[in-house]
């Protein structure tokens, strides 16, 4: 038997988040209002920075035939690939209300997502990841979210 572990790095921003990113953590939080979570009352906002400069956002979207909405991290990476394909992304920001307040600490994302951000990885490299609370934020990069993710040789 050979155990091993899986450390990973992260950096806790007290109330604040990287510098670097303001403007995505902000978009993150002011796209919010668009969600549609009528059935959950959480509703989640996701903004993207790409290498370009450009900053794609989008919402959680759900739906009365649960599963058949989608995440807004996935909104938001899906929505920039297909705009901007090839570009890297640089950074995700995800922030989070529930029933109409912001979430005093950072919301992590599903499984799903860190799969999808997974597959981000394997296309164009990591990129850092900042989860936003309204008392403190944490930064990562995306391969740290899932180390044993699902991936095809």
């Known amino acids: 038997m050979d155990k091993r572990e899986v450390k990973i790095d992260y950096t806790v921003y007290e109330n ?3 510098s670097a990113y303001e403007v995505i ?3 993150a939080v002011e796209i919010i209002p668009n969600a549609y979570s009528i059935y959950s009352g959480f509703s989640v906002g996701a903004a993207v ?9 989008g ?5 009365a035939a649960y599963p058949s909405g ?4 996935r909104t ?4 920039a690939q297909s705009v901007y394909p090839g570009v890297k992304v640089k950074a995700l920001a995800i922030a989070a209300f529930n029933k109409g307040i912001q979430t005093e600490d950072v919301v992590t994302p599903c499984g799903a997502c860190r799969q999808v951000m997974a597959e981000v990885v394997k296309r ?4 850092e990841v900042i989860m936003i609370g309204r008392n403190r934020s944490v930064c990562l990069k995306a391969s ?8 095809l040789l």
């Open 144 to 151: 740290d979210l899932l180390p044993f993710a699902f991936t």
């Open 49 to 57: 920075l790409l290498e370009n400069g450009e900053i794609v956002a």
């Open 59 to 63: 919402t959680n979207q759900e739906n």
């Open 70 to 73: 989608l995440c807004a991290e």
């Open 25 to 27: 953590c902000r978009k």
């Open 16 to 18: 604040s988040c990287p």
């Open 76 to 79: 938001a990476l899906f929505y």
């Open 124 to 127: 164009y490299g990591d990129f």
